[in-house]
């Protein structure tokens, strides 16, 4: 691992739960940031709605959120996500709700359309099952935006009401490990090159943030994909050729990263009177050791594993979460979420 990312690590980990300490109750006993706050993308952010779809790809069961407040809720780990940090940093004090689950008592306030497996591409993780790809999650955040305009009375209040809203969206990884990746499955690795397919996938999601935007957000975090390459499940799969991580998925995942940051300023120089910022955090704790602890390795995992990387019901998971980097194959756990998530909502203020 080189050192730059290390040193990255550290400065987040310390960084990170300095925020968490200092900002959590401040914030969290007082009146929110933002008056609502909505989440897309995949299973790093999902909050249930892949529960009732016909899909290999949701874990309302244990040992999923054990340390979590309602226990299994289709969270991809034993906790709380990035997603909920920062909901608890900006000041909810509640969790926002996934998308079928929201009543009109909470929908002002935000919604959670994320889903596991989902990617921007519409075929993205289909090979498991259903799941909320980025058109349809816009789709159904254009349901919400009618219901509020119900609540509150009309279109313009409603739209007046968005405006003042923070959006984040964290989606791509599964473009990569649930399509370019499976070429038994999905012909995308035989038709595009690494750079090519990060040029599909940025145009099809300037397409889609620039729907958002018309549906309304101007203040939009957008997430880069993770070290991809480092998940146990890529490293058990693929091998690590001598490295600790595969490193062609991470070059690949970073192609797509520096066309990520030409398109938010493409987009923040087109549209000005919205702001989109680019987060990152997450991905520089994948695949790199917890600091004092040189026997946690980036390939560890909190539970045994199913053929797709989740854990297996009801099996013992490692007893102390807070010393791992990975819960299971992909995700990982809530003490990495904290550390990411409260480096990020920092970032986000630029934009608040």
Not at 5 to 30: A, E, H, P, R
Not at 116 to 145: C, F, P, R, Y
């Amino acid at each position: 691992m080189a050192r730059g990312i290390k040193s990255q690590y550290l400065v987040l980990l310390s960084f990170g739960l300095l925020i968490i300490v200092t900002n959590s109750k401040n914030f969290v006993n007082g009146k929110p940031q933002v008056p609502c706050y909505f989440v897309f993308g995949d299973s790093l952010v999902d909050g249930g709605n892949n529960n009732d779809l016909n899909t290999a790809s949701k874990v309302n069961y244990s040992p999923y959120g054990i340390d979590f407040p309602h226990g299994p809720t289709g969270r991809f780990t034993n906790g709380r996500t990035v997603a909920d940090i920062i909901g608890e940093l900006l000041g909810f004090q509640n969790f926002i709700p996934s998308f079928l689950a929201a009543t009109d008592a909470e929908v002002t306030k935000g919604v959670n359309y994320a889903s596991g497996s989902a990617g921007i591409l519409v075929e993205s993780g289909k090979h498991m099952g259903q799941n909320v790809d980025m058109n349809q999650q816009l789709k159904n955040h254009e349901v919400t935006i009618s219901r509020i305009a119900n609540i509150l009375g009309s279109n313009e209040l409603a739209a007046q009401h968005l405006n003042k809203c923070l959006y984040m969206s964290v989606i791509g990884s599964n473009d990569y490990i649930n399509n370019y990746y499976m070429p038994k499955i999905y012909k995308s690795s035989m038709i595009y090159s690494p750079a090519q397919f990060a040029n599909v996938l940025i145009r099809q999601y300037s397409q889609q943030l620039r729907q958002l935007y018309n549906y309304g957000a101007r203040k939009v975090g957008v997430a880069s994909i993770s070290n991809i390459g480092c998940t146990p499940n890529a490293t058990a799969y693929y091998g690590r050729r001598g490295s600790i991580c595969v490193d062609y998925m991470n070059f690949a995942a970073s192609i797509f990263n520096r066309r990520l940051t030409l398109l938010v300023a493409r987009l923040n120089l087109e549209l000005r009177d919205a702001k989109f910022i680019q987060l990152g955090s997450l991905g520089y704790v994948f695949g790199t050791k917890i600091p004092g602890h040189a026997d946690i390795k980036p390939s560890s995992t909190c539970c045994d594993l199913d053929e797709y990387g989740f854990c297996i019901p009801n099996k013992e998971v490692c007893p102390n979460r807070r010393l791992s980097i990975f819960w299971d194959g992909f995700h990982p756990t809530e003490i990495i979420s904290r550390i990411a998530g409260a480096a990020e909502f920092v970032v986000l203020q630029a934009i608040l």
